[in-house]
Structures are given as structure tokens and as C-alpha cells.
């Protein structure tokens, strides 16, 4: 069976088994798949090596070169410390680290420390796992060169990841991404990735432990964005961390907006890399709510929150009688964007150089409730790096003339307000949603209601997400066959509409069907076809940059001239029906092989 391997599979997983620069468990993990002849395992984890995205690493943790590892820790921090070195020549170094509760979270963390400190650059660590927005304000409040979270954000617990950020506090973007790419991956000897053990870091005072004061110059930024003090005592919360580092930052914030009656889930208090009681923890995922939904009927409360293990995404249920209904993350920005905004204008502190900024597979709701502002609106491609880069260009003077960022946010359960951070903040956005309830409740009206209300003054928009898994060897190229036949055999119509404008992001390329005429894109590369329908509708397809998978976006909208508050829920319906039609039929020609 082992001859059936290629031969440079065959040749790394022996040498993963057998070489001294390998720990014992290491190489007993890879000599036992010899031994049982797993190919399709071993062909998975030496097929490749694990790449280093735009946004840091991810995979499957175990023993392997594309899996998530020591090996792979060392080498991705052993590129970024000499990234560092070519940007910052001569100059004393400092990165910022912190870690959610997955497995290994903690371990990976000290071991980018040893990497970091044999180059002679200073690390700040936290003394407990902290979230990612954590990281991006620590990042800027100790003026650091760069930034380090080990984590693997939403992704199941089999997984662990390794997200980089800059001096501005954002993901990496270019040319810091591609020229660590590169650096990346040239380092292919594993046994000539350097290092100095931990107890020598801290006898060279390279390493310094960050504690409460950050989290309490944290709140003290964060307070800065409660706009109304009224209503508060009347709200009921309930909130679950499903396992992640959460808990340590979000009741004690929604405690300093002045929110006291807030419920813990106790099953999914406690951080835990397992996520014992979910398949995923992620408030995408209906599945991920059934332990809070229990306590939320008992409690009567009136929002459930949810964030998943970095607390950078919030889930958001909101009741309806004596029910609960999920708010998906296009509604979720939404209702920020015109809280933020509204409250800004209503106290005449709103600036005139106001920014908003979306991505592409973003609902357009967002951007009519900025226009209704007098709000310039943006879009960035997916992923929130691209918010938080947009952010800097305007503070650099990159991008001119300068407009001030106010908030943002993207369908994946991300938002942003203000700019003391520079990644998706659930930990902010659950208080500024727990306040917007408060303040809607004093004027006689429920979240569900105002979403309505936006409904009717922007018109009513549906969104849906399906998404795809194929993992391994075999599933990254089905996916690659995926989005090249689809490319080839693009659809003219879709539920009864046509097709009339296609944005191809890899090529850079926006084609009008009925000229033929094609125009360039402003984005930067990325691999995403969007389809733009005679009415408005839009389907969006990428794969994940993060995960195993292809995702399919799709919007559906009814213009506000055609809404009326009585047809609204018959409206609904009819959108979800058009939703799924067209789902249906572009989903008929994905095919992956």
C-alpha cells in the first residue's frame, strides 16, 4: 500500500518518524500511520506544506507538515522575525501575544516567544488567554512592531491557528504578507529553525507578562462608545463564551455599561479546547445556541449573546414572544450601523468626513443606512484585515482626501466601532447591542421592530450562506475545479433574472453581460466571482481562506417603494422563496469534478 504513495510523501512522513529533530511523540504519531498504511492520512498531512494565507496559518492539529504544529509554529515565527528585521533594521523589536482557549493555544504561544527572543526581539505575553481584539489594542497600546494570536478563531475543535498583525494593530497586508510568505517559505529545514528555551528568555528580560491593565485600559476605550445611559436596568442578557475567552471580557464590560442581569450559560462557561458541547463553536451555526436557547426561555431575557472562542464574531438571539429569533450577521451590522450612527448624529458629533466600510459579500443595507447619514460607504474585499486596512490608508494618507472612520462591519458576524481596534470586536459589540436594546425599549419598540423599520425605509433584504467542505489533498483540488468550471460556465439567468454584471476578483475584471464590455476592478487579487442580477440580487462564490471549504453568498432585496408595513411578513416569505430558487439553480451547476 505504501508504494502507492508518492514518493516525496513517502520520503517526509519517514523522515518525520525517524529524524532527531523530531520530539518522541512526533515521530511515534507518524510511525504508527506507516505501520497501519494509512496512506489517505499520511497523503494529508505531507501533501504540502502548511501554507502561510494572508492571514497566518490554520489546519488540522497533529504531526505533518500542512498539519498545525510546533515545527510549523517555529517556522512561521521564525519568518516574521525576519520580516521584522528587514522593515525595522537596527531598531530594538517588540511583538504582542496572546492566545484563546484551544488546545495547545497556550503551548504554541511560548514557543513563538523562544523564535522571537533567539532573533532579540522583546515579547509582551498575557498572563491568561485573551481575544483577538484584545491582541489588536495590545498591539497599539505598547506600540509593538507586530502582533501574534494563537488561534483558529470558529473553526472545530480539531483545529488551531496562528493569526499576525501589524504595528497598526490589523491582519497583515501587503507587502508585509506576501514578503513573510516568502520568507516563509524558503525555511525548509526544519532542524535550522532556532530557538532559545524559555527559562533563557526570561533570564535575557525578553519576555514580559501583560495583565489586568490591559484589560482595564480596554474598558476604559470602550466606554467611550455608550451613547444612552436609559432603559438599562429593564434589559435581561444571556450570554454564553461557548468554552472560549470570552468570559473573562464580556460581563465584565456589559457590567461597566451598566447591564447587571446578565445570565452565564454554565455548561459552556468554562474554556475548554474541546468545545465539549457543541460540533462547532460558532454562532453561525444553528446547533451552537441549543444550551443558551434553554437558559434564555427559563430567564425570559431579552437578547442572547454568543461569541465564539476569540471573541472576535457575535451571535446575537432576540425574543419574540415566547420564542427566540437568530439575527443573521448582515442584520446583526446592520442594527450597529445605524445605532452608531444615528446616536453620533443625533448628539452633533458625527464628523462630515464620517466612514463606513463593508466588504463585498456584505448585505447592501449597511451602505443604504450609511447614504441615509449623509455617511461615504466603502467596500473591501472579504475578511476583515481588508476593514482595518482601509482604516490605516486613510490615517496614513495613503488613501486621499482623509475620511474618519466610524464603524464597519462584515456578514460573518464581524463589527467595528471606532478605531482603538483594527479587527471585528464581539466584546464591544455586545454592549453597544445590549445598550441599543435599552434605548429602543424606552421608546416602546423591540430589536426585531426597528430591523422592520429599516426594512421599510431601505427596503427588505434576504441573505443566505451555503457552504461546502473537502478536506485534505482531494478536497482543496475539488474546490479548485469548483471555481475554474464555474468560471468557464458562468449562468446567464438565475430564478427568472438575468445575469447582468459578473465581478471576477481574481482576474480584476467587471464584465457587463449585454455589451460584452469589461472594466478593471480597484481590489486586490482574490479568488471570488460575484454574479449582479437584473434585480438587484447578487451571488457571491470564494473559497474560504481559513477552512476547507467553498462558500456560496447570496442576497435577494425588495425595493423600498414597493413595501408597505402590512405586506412586510408576506414580502419576507416571498424573498425567501426567490432566495432559495436561485440557490438552487446555481447550486446545480457547482460542480467539482
Same mark, same amino acid.
Request: charged content about 25%; hydrophobic content about 35%.
Given at each position: 500500500?505504501? %508504494?502507492?504513495?508518492?514518493?516525496?510523501?513517502?520520503?517526509?512522513?519517514?523522515?518525520?518518524?525517524?529524524?532527531?529533530?523530531?520530539?518522541?511523540? @512526533?515521530?511515534?504519531?507518524?510511525?504508527?500511520?506507516?505501520?497501519?498504511?494509512?496512506?489517505?492520512?499520511?497523503?494529508?498531512?505531507?501533501?504540502?506544506?502548511?501554507?502561510?494565507?494572508?492571514?497566518?496559518?490554520?489546519?488540522?492539529?497533529?504531526?505533518?507538515?500542512?498539519?498545525?504544529?510546533?515545527?510549523?509554529?517555529?517556522?512561521?515565527?521564525?519568518?516574521?522575525?525576519?520580516?521584522?528585521?528587514?522593515?525595522?533594521?537596527? %531598531?530594538?523589536?517588540?511583538?504582542?501575544?496572546?492566545?484563546?482557549?484551544?488546545?495547545?493555544?497556550?503551548?504554541?504561544?511560548?514557543?513563538?516567544?523562544?523564535?522571537?527572543?533567539?532573533?532579540?526581539?522583546?515579547?509582551?505575553? /498575557? @498572563?491568561?488567554?485573551? #481575544?483577538?481584539?484584545?491582541?489588536?489594542?495590545?498591539?497599539?497600546?505598547?506600540?509593538?512592531?507586530?502582533?501574534?494570536?494563537?488561534?483558529?478563531?470558529?473553526?472545530?475543535?480539531? !483545529?488551531?491557528?496562528?493569526?499576525?498583525?501589524?504595528?497598526?494593530?490589523?491582519?497583515?497586508?501587503? #507587502?508585509?504578507?506576501?514578503?513573510?510568505?516568502?520568507?516563509?517559505?524558503?525555511?525548509?529545514?526544519?532542524?535550522?529553525?532556532?530557538?532559545?528555551?524559555?527559562?533563557?528568555?526570561?533570564?535575557?528580560?525578553?519576555?514580559?507578562?501583560?495583565?489586568?491593565?490591559?484589560?482595564?485600559?480596554?474598558?476604559?476605550?470602550?466606554?467611550?462608545?455608550?451613547?444612552?445611559?436609559?432603559?438599562?436596568?429593564?434589559?435581561?442578557?444571556?450570554?454564553?463564551?461557548?468554552?472560549?475567552?470570552?468570559?473573562?471580557?464580556?460581563?465584565?464590560?456589559?457590567?461597566?455599561?451598566?447591564?447587571?442581569?446578565?445570565?452565564?450559560?454554565?455548561?459552556?462557561?468554562? #474554556?475548554?479546547?474541546?468545545?465539549?458541547?457543541?460540533?462547532?463553536?460558532?454562532?453561525?451555526?444553528?446547533?451552537?445556541?441549543?444550551?443558551?436557547?434553554?437558559?434564555?426561555?427559563?430567564?425570559?431575557?431579552?437578547?442572547?449573546?454568543?461569541?465564539?472562542?476569540?471573541?472576535?464574531?457575535?451571535? $446575537?438571539?432576540?425574543?419574540?414572544?415566547?420564542?427566540?429569533?437568530?439575527?443573521?450577521?448582515?442584520?446583526?451590522?446592520?442594527?450597529?450601523?445605524?445605532?452608531?450612527?444615528?446616536?453620533?448624529?443625533?448628539?452633533?458629533?458625527?464628523?462630515?468626513?464620517?466612514?463606513?466600510?463593508?466588504?463585498?459579500?456584505?448585505?447592501?443595507?449597511?451602505?443604504?443606512?450609511?447614504?441615509?447619514?449623509?455617511?461615504?460607504?466603502?467596500?473591501?474585499? /472579504?475578511?476583515?484585515?481588508?476593514?482595518?486596512?482601509?482604516?490605516?490608508?486613510?490615517?496614513?494618507?495613503?488613501?486621499?482626501? !482623509?475620511? %474618519?472612520?466610524?464603524?464597519?462591519?462584515?456578514?460573518?458576524?464581524?463589527?467595528?466601532?471606532?478605531?482603538?481596534?483594527?479587527?471585528?470586536?464581539?466584546?464591544?459589540?455586545?454592549?453597544?447591542?445590549?445598550?441599543?436594546?435599552?434605548?429602543?425599549?424606552?421608546?416602546?419598540?423591540?430589536?426585531?421592530? *426597528?430591523?422592520?423599520?429599516?426594512?421599510? %425605509?431601505?427596503?427588505?433584504?434576504?441573505? @443566505?450562506?451555503?457552504?461546502?467542505?473537502?478536506?485534505?489533498?482531494?478536497?482543496?483540488?475539488?474546490?479548485?475545479?469548483?471555481?475554474?468550471?464555474?468560471?468557464?460556465?458562468?449562468? /446567464?439567468?438565475?430564478?427568472?433574472?438575468?445575469?447582468?454584471?459578473?465581478?471576477?476578483?481574481?482576474?480584476?475584471?467587471?464584465?457587463?453581460?449585454?455589451?460584452?464590455?469589461?472594466?478593471?476592478?480597484?481590489?486586490?487579487?482574490?479568488? *471570488?466571482?460575484?454574479?449582479?442580477?437584473?434585480?438587484?440580487?447578487? $451571488?457571491?462564490?470564494?473559497?474560504?481562506?481559513?477552512?476547507?471549504?467553498?462558500?456560496?453568498?447570496?442576497? $435577494?432585496?425588495?425595493?423600498?417603494?414597493?413595501?408597505?408595513?402590512?405586506?412586510?411578513?408576506?414580502?419576507?416569505?416571498?424573498?425567501?422563496?426567490?432566495?432559495?430558487?436561485?440557490?438552487?439553480?446555481?447550486?446545480?451547476?457547482?460542480?467539482? /469534478?
Amino acid at each position: 500500500m505504501l %508504494q502507492q504513495l508518492d514518493p516525496l510523501i513517502l520520503k517526509r512522513a519517514t523522515e518525520w518518524a525517524t529524524s532527531p529533530i523530531f520530539d518522541k511523540d @512526533t515521530q511515534n504519531e507518524i510511525a504508527t500511520l506507516l505501520e497501519k498504511k494509512d496512506t489517505k492520512s499520511l497523503s494529508d498531512r505531507f501533501y504540502r506544506d502548511l501554507e502561510l494565507g494572508t492571514g497566518g496559518l490554520r489546519g488540522i492539529l497533529g504531526a505533518g507538515t500542512a498539519y498545525m504544529n510546533l515545527y510549523n509554529i517555529r517556522k512561521a515565527t521564525t519568518a516574521l522575525a525576519l520580516h521584522m528585521k528587514t522593515q525595522f533594521p537596527g %531598531q530594538p523589536l517588540s511583538v504582542a501575544l496572546s492566545y484563546d482557549s484551544r488546545n495547545f493555544s497556550r503551548f504554541f504561544a511560548e514557543r513563538a516567544v523562544e523564535v522571537l527572543a533567539h532573533h532579540g526581539i522583546h515579547s509582551l505575553l /498575557t @498572563t491568561e488567554m485573551r #481575544p483577538v481584539p484584545f491582541l489588536s489594542f495590545m498591539v497599539r497600546k505598547y506600540h509593538c512592531h507586530a502582533g501574534i494570536c494563537i488561534t483558529a478563531s470558529h473553526n472545530p475543535p480539531a !483545529y488551531n491557528g496562528y493569526k499576525v498583525y501589524w504595528q497598526d494593530g490589523a491582519q497583515l497586508t501587503p #507587502p508585509h504578507d506576501q514578503h513573510m510568505i516568502e520568507q516563509y517559505n524558503a525555511l525548509t529545514d526544519y532542524g535550522a529553525l532556532a530557538y532559545l528555551p524559555l527559562t533563557e528568555v526570561e533570564k535575557a528580560e525578553l519576555l514580559t507578562h501583560v495583565g489586568a491593565e490591559l484589560d482595564e485600559a480596554y474598558y476604559e476605550k470602550a466606554m467611550r462608545y455608550s451613547f444612552h445611559k436609559e432603559g438599562r436596568e429593564g434589559v435581561s442578557l444571556v450570554y454564553t463564551p461557548i468554552h472560549g475567552t470570552g468570559i473573562f471580557v464580556v460581563p465584565p464590560v456589559l457590567e461597566r455599561f451598566g447591564f447587571h442581569h446578565v445570565s452565564i450559560v454554565e455548561s459552556q462557561k468554562t #474554556p475548554d479546547g474541546n468545545f465539549p458541547t457543541v460540533k462547532s463553536p460558532n454562532p453561525e451555526e444553528p446547533s451552537a445556541w441549543e444550551h443558551a436557547l434553554v437558559l434564555a426561555k427559563e430567564k425570559r431575557a431579552d437578547l442572547v449573546f454568543a461569541t465564539d472562542p476569540d471573541s472576535d464574531r457575535i451571535g $446575537v438571539l432576540a425574543r419574540k414572544g415566547e420564542d427566540y429569533v437568530r439575527l443573521n450577521g448582515n442584520q446583526i451590522g446592520a442594527l450597529l450601523t445605524e445605532y452608531v450612527l444615528a446616536s453620533l448624529q443625533e448628539k452633533g458629533e458625527l464628523p462630515e468626513n464620517a466612514l463606513m466600510v463593508t466588504t463585498i459579500v456584505t448585505s447592501d443595507l449597511q451602505r443604504d443606512i450609511a447614504t441615509s447619514h449623509n455617511v461615504h460607504s466603502e467596500q473591501t474585499l /472579504t475578511g476583515f484585515k481588508w476593514i482595518g486596512d482601509r482604516i490605516e490608508a486613510y490615517e496614513s494618507g495613503r488613501r486621499t482626501p !482623509y475620511r %474618519q472612520f466610524i464603524c464597519g462591519g462584515e456578514e460573518s458576524f464581524g463589527f467595528l466601532a471606532g478605531t482603538f481596534i483594527r479587527d471585528k470586536d464581539a466584546v464591544l459589540s455586545c454592549a453597544l447591542f445590549a445598550e441599543m436594546c435599552a434605548y429602543h425599549r424606552t421608546k416602546g419598540h423591540s430589536i426585531l421592530d *426597528v430591523l422592520d423599520q429599516l426594512f421599510l %425605509q431601505h427596503g427588505v433584504y434576504h441573505e @443566505t450562506l451555503s457552504t461546502f467542505t473537502r478536506e485534505g489533498k482531494e478536497g482543496a483540488e475539488e474546490i479548485k475545479r469548483a471555481m475554474a468550471n464555474m468560471r468557464r460556465h458562468l449562468p /446567464t439567468s438565475l430564478g427568472g433574472f438575468s445575469v447582468m454584471e459578473v465581478y471576477d476578483y481574481k482576474n480584476r475584471t467587471k464584465l457587463h453581460l449585454r455589451s460584452g464590455k469589461t472594466e478593471a476592478l480597484e481590489l486586490p487579487v482574490s479568488d *471570488v466571482l460575484q454574479l449582479v442580477l437584473e434585480n438587484g440580487s447578487k $451571488v457571491s462564490i470564494r473559497p474560504s481562506g481559513t477552512e476547507p471549504k467553498i462558500k456560496i453568498y447570496l442576497s $435577494v432585496k425588495r425595493a423600498a417603494n414597493l413595501v408597505t408595513r402590512e405586506a412586510l411578513p408576506q414580502i419576507k416569505e416571498e424573498l425567501a422563496l426567490l432566495a432559495s430558487q436561485i440557490e438552487a439553480e446555481f447550486l446545480a451547476g457547482l460542480k467539482f /469534478t
